[in-house]
């Protein structure tokens, strides 16, 4: 049996329309095919497909075909679907899109995965070896998660991406951010591996780094402790997402140094209190604990990336002259600066259409740089305007040159060069958004 996995781009919209490379300092890949493939029974002929950098030969004899969608590539994957049922090629649509909108899915697919693979994928690929494949298949997202298999990052063309080593310890946040598609699809249980089997992983790896694929590992605090711990011998470096009060924890933060770890991206989301933020709720201003944060990962050599978003409800036109100041005080080593998203399958989605908000439904345009809702107190026009002036003002030359030599005496050399990549590769998509508005197109 012959298995295409595939993953759609989300800018290409047409099934032959040529597509600038993005750059590699942006790409690693997501886990979600790779674990597909590996759960995948003997026998079988795997390929995984990474549209955004190869094109797609129809034309190729397979015997099913699997596609992983989130909400901005979900119309693209569509297509693809389309191309290969016409066909004759049985198509499977899952990922995070897939469970949020399963119906939509279901008529663009002859099955569809609703939530985790382990406990979907071995039952579907059995029914369909049998001729009895089903229109759903819906996990508990509730396995354990020990005894998992390896992903297969074998199947991936490793020169595409800055690198092809995705480890996952936990999958979960305990947290209530409204927006946030991954707790309300997913719930917020955190399960944990066995610290043992993500140790082997991990040695096992090619190369020097990887990147800890967890949403966040400013939870479960022992665990990740232990995990810290047990990786320090291995001497690898890497990079993950947690949360600023991670930085509160001064065993915690040595752990993580002395385990390898050089980078974090932090969501700091805003610096003021926020509807559906969980660290809303209070009146002061946070930015005091995220500038002590902050400090505390570059004294012990870990860059931060933070994370900022604009177009919460209380967010007013001050909101982003102060939101870039502190972005240049804060010494973060790279920002990532979005417009909010009200995803399919969110409490924000699904308070936003209660209250008439939702202006945006081609899945196409639910990406980060464009404005899917009314907000409450600014323009949709002033809302882009003045995001696309942070980004632009945070990417000046001189200020990625200063932060590339304010980092030269924390960081290491390959971390260092990756952050400047990371910063110019913002600063093109800046510009690139900047051109689209000259040119008239709506961003």
């Given at each position: 049996?012959d298995?295409?996995?595939i993953y759609?781009?989300?800018?290409?919209?047409d099934?032959?329309?040529?597509?600038k490379?993005?750059?590699?300092a942006?790409?690693y890949?997501?886990?979600?095919l790779?674990?597909?493939a590996?759960?995948?029974?003997?026998?079988?002929?795997?390929?995984?497909?990474?549209?955004e950098?190869?094109?797609?030969?129809?034309d190729r004899p397979a015997?099913?075909?699997?596609?992983?969608?989130?909400?901005?590539?979900?119309?693209r994957?569509?297509?693809?679907?389309?191309?290969?049922?016409?066909?004759?090629?049985?198509?499977?649509?899952?990922?995070?899109?897939?469970?949020?909108?399963?119906?939509e899915?279901a008529?663009?697919?002859?099955?569809?995965?609703i939530?985790?693979?382990?406990?979907?994928?071995?039952?579907l690929?059995?029914?369909?070896?049998?001729?009895?494949?089903?229109k759903t298949y819906?996990?508990?997202?509730?396995l354990?998660l020990?005894?998992?298999?390896?992903?297969?990052?074998?199947?991936?063309?490793k020169?595409?991406y800055?690198?092809v080593n995705?480890?996952q310890?936990?999958?979960?946040c305990p947290f209530?951010?409204?927006?946030?598609?991954?707790?309300?699809?997913?719930?917020?249980?955190?399960?944990?591996?066995?610290?043992?089997?993500?140790?082997?992983?991990?040695r096992?790896l090619?190369?020097?780094?990887?990147?800890?694929?967890d949403?966040?590992?400013?939870?479960?605090n022992?665990?990740?402790?232990?995990?810290f711990?047990?990786?320090?011998?291995?001497r690898k470096l890497?990079v993950g997402?947690?949360?600023?009060?991670?930085?509160?924890?001064?065993?915690?933060?040595d752990?993580?140094?002395?385990s390898?770890?050089?980078?974090?991206f932090?969501?700091?989301?805003s610096?003021?209190?926020?509807?559906?933020?969980?660290?809303?709720?209070?009146?002061?201003s946070?930015t005091?604990?995220?500038?002590?944060?902050?400090?505390?990962?570059?004294?012990?050599?870990?860059?931060?990336i933070?994370?900022?978003?604009?177009?919460?409800?209380n967010d007013d036109?001050?909101?982003?002259?102060?939101?870039?100041?502190?972005?240049?005080a804060?010494?973060?080593?790279?920002?990532?600066i979005n417009?909010l998203?009200?995803?399919?399958?969110?409490?924000?989605r699904e308070?936003?259409?209660?209250?008439g908000?939702?202006?945006?439904?081609?899945?196409?345009?639910?990406?980060?740089?464009h404005?899917?809702f009314?907000?409450r107190?600014?323009?949709?026009?002033a809302?882009f305007?003045?995001?696309l002036?942070?980004r632009?003002g945070f990417?000046a030359y001189?200020?990625?040159?200063?932060r590339?030599?304010?980092?030269v005496?924390?960081?290491?050399?390959?971390?260092?060069f990756i952050?400047?990549?990371?910063?110019l590769?913002?600063?093109?998509?800046?510009?690139?958004?900047?051109?689209?508005v000259k040119?008239g197109?709506?961003?």
């Open positions: 049996m298995i295409r996995l759609p781009s989300g800018r290409r919209f099934t032959g329309a040529p597509l490379k993005q750059a590699k942006h790409r890949p997501g886990m979600g790779t674990m597909v590996a759960l995948t029974p003997p026998g079988a002929a795997i390929a995984i497909v990474d549209d950098r190869e094109p797609i030969d129809y015997d099913l075909v699997g596609i992983s969608i989130l909400t901005p590539n979900a119309r994957g569509y297509q693809i679907a389309r191309e290969y049922r016409k066909r004759g090629v049985p198509v499977v649509l899952g990922g995070i899109h897939a469970t949020a909108c399963p119906e899915a008529g663009e697919a002859d099955a569809v995965v939530g985790e693979a382990e406990d979907t994928w071995p039952r690929v059995k029914d369909f070896e049998a001729g009895r494949l089903q819906r996990s508990t997202n509730d354990p020990a005894g998992q298999p390896v992903p297969r990052r074998d199947l991936l063309r020169n595409e800055i690198t995705t480890v310890a936990t999958r979960g209530n951010c409204e927006f946030c598609s991954m707790v309300a699809l997913m719930g917020h249980k955190t399960r944990c591996r066995p610290v043992e089997e993500v140790v082997e992983e991990v096992g090619d190369g020097p780094a990887f990147v800890l694929n949403d966040n590992v400013s939870q479960e022992d665990y990740f402790k232990e995990l711990e047990r990786l320090i011998p291995l890497w997402n947690a949360s600023w009060n991670v930085s509160r924890d001064a065993e915690m933060m752990l993580m140094a002395r390898g770890c050089t980078g974090v932090v969501g700091f989301e610096i003021e209190p926020q509807t559906g933020l969980i660290k809303g709720g209070k009146s002061e946070r005091p604990l995220y500038l002590e944060a902050v400090q505390r990962f570059h004294a012990r050599g870990i860059g931060v933070g994370g900022f978003i604009f177009g919460f409800d036109e001050s909101i982003f002259a102060r939101t870039l100041a502190f972005a240049v804060s010494r973060v080593d790279a920002a990532q417009i998203v009200p995803y399919p399958g969110t409490p924000l308070r936003l259409e209660r209250e908000r939702i202006v945006e439904r081609d899945w196409n345009r639910y990406v980060t740089s404005v899917c009314e907000p107190k600014l323009s949709r026009e809302l305007e003045n995001y002036r942070v632009e990417s001189p200020r990625i040159a200063s590339f030599l304010r980092g005496p924390y960081s290491r050399p390959r971390p260092l952050s400047l990549a990371v910063n590769a913002f600063r093109r998509g800046a510009r690139i958004l900047r051109k689209k040119d197109v709506k961003p």
